[in-house]
């Protein structure tokens, strides 16, 4: 541990353990007052929390400090005032529209650390590792067995999970993946309505395709997705579904925010800037001719223009610019490969279509 790591942690006050709980503790700020959470966890985790850390979302406890020290990782994070999911599920009846909201929270969690890079999977979702904050929020608050995904691996080098939420292969007979993931989803969705697992006892209703499709035993008939299953929440649960994300105002795919400024990270805005700028550039740089020579005035702006709108709507795309992406299945292939050839696509589908827009207006003008 440096110097000056040393001096970061001498900046928090201890309180004691927290709830009694081994490795936990309460801390306060010496400066500011606020009151923090201590853990130690192994330092091979330390790639899972650097993620958290540098893609901060309101989905997980905010990380303060993530500092190595011998084989441990010391982390210090926000300290989350509520509840566990399974506290509530003790204490109360979850009806079925709380609990498709709560499963749709978890899918945004999700497919932050899915979506990485690098694919991250939590491999213990569990009601216990879900807190429901005073404001009714949820938060994922433990990533201790969470692994990076590893394109090419059969199966995982260490089997861990909890037994009722673990999927088959982390019990060693394929590697842990997104699917994986998905699976503890299905197994908490029907936990949370009727207080036991779909081993035990299935959900009724609507709720039973989502959890019987989420827990198949094989992960290739399961949703290959978090997208997948939030499709079919859309369909079977429309007024959560649009509750939840368009009334609220949450999701930060549906913003109106241009993508490279939605998480408003210093490094990303500034590349976005530059590739705007670029992109302006060029295309309203473009000398374009046609029979009569090369064109000019109100005919080259004209189809400057729709060039240059086509090129955004190309980036709004790659980037699900308010989950326009989302609204196309096939861009759900998990292969770099497809989804590059995908995108390459989309990009002469659209210049086909601003060629056709930029012909017809012409017509309609000239």
């Known amino acids: 541990m ?28 010496k400066t500011s007052g606020r009151i923090c959470v201590e853990k130690n966890v192994h330092k091979r985790l330390e790639p899972i929390y650097r993620f958290v850390q540098r893609n901060p979302s309101p989905y997980f406890p905010f990380l303060y400090e993530c500092i190595i020290d011998g084989e441990s990782l010391i982390l210090i994070e926000e300290y989350i005032q509520g509840k566990t999911l399974e506290d509530m599920i003790h204490e109360r009846k979850i009806d079925e529209w709380e609990g498709i909201e709560i499963l749709l929270e978890l899918c945004s969690a999700l497919k932050v650390l899915h979506h ?28 201790n067995i969470a692994r990076i995904h590893q394109s090419g691996k059969t199966r995982d080098t260490s089997l861990l999970g909890t037994a009722e939420y673990a999927a088959p292969e982390q019990y060693g007979f394929f590697q842990t993946d997104g699917r994986t ?18 081993v035990e006892q299935m959900i009724g209703g609507r709720g039973a395709w989502i959890v019987r499709k989420c827990t198949y035993l094989d992960p290739k008939e399961r949703y290959q997705c978090i997208e997948e299953l939030e499709k079919d929440i859309k369909e ?44 302006t550039g060029t295309f309203f740089s473009l000398e374009l001719t046609d ?26 795309l790659i980037w699900n610019y308010r989950g326009w992406r989302d609204e196309f299945k096939i861009f759900n292939n998990k292969s ?17 279509i601003a060629a056709f827009i930029v012909v017809i207006g012409e017509t309609i003008f000239l």
């Open 336 to 352: 770099w490969i497809v989804k590059i050839g995908l995108y390459l696509l989309a990009e002469l589908i659209l210049l086909l």
């Open 236 to 279: 079977f649960y429309p007024k959560i579904y649009h509750h939840s994300y368009i009334q609220k105002g949450e999701s930060k795919n549906r913003s109106f925010i241009p993508p490279g400024f939605r998480s408003k990270t210093p490094w990303k805005m500034f590349i976005a800037v530059l590739g705007y700028l670029l992109l």
């Open 291 to 316: 029979k009569s020579g090369p064109l000019s005035g109100w005919r080259l702006f004209f189809e400057q223009l729709i060039f240059w709108i086509s090129q955004l709507v190309w980036i709004a």
């Open 2 to 29: 440096e110097r000056e790591e040393e001096y970061r942690l001498s900046l928090y006050q201890d309180l004691g353990l927290l709830d009694g709980r081994e490795n936990i503790r309460l801390k306060r700020h």
């Open 181 to 198: 993931d998905i699976y503890a989803l299905g197994v908490l969705l029907n936990y949370m309505l009727i207080k036991k697992f779909p």
């Open 116 to 143: 990485g890079p690098p694919m991250i999977v939590c491999r213990d979702l569990k009601a216990e590792n879900v807190m429901i904050d005073q404001h009714g929020k949820v938060k994922l608050i433990d990533f």
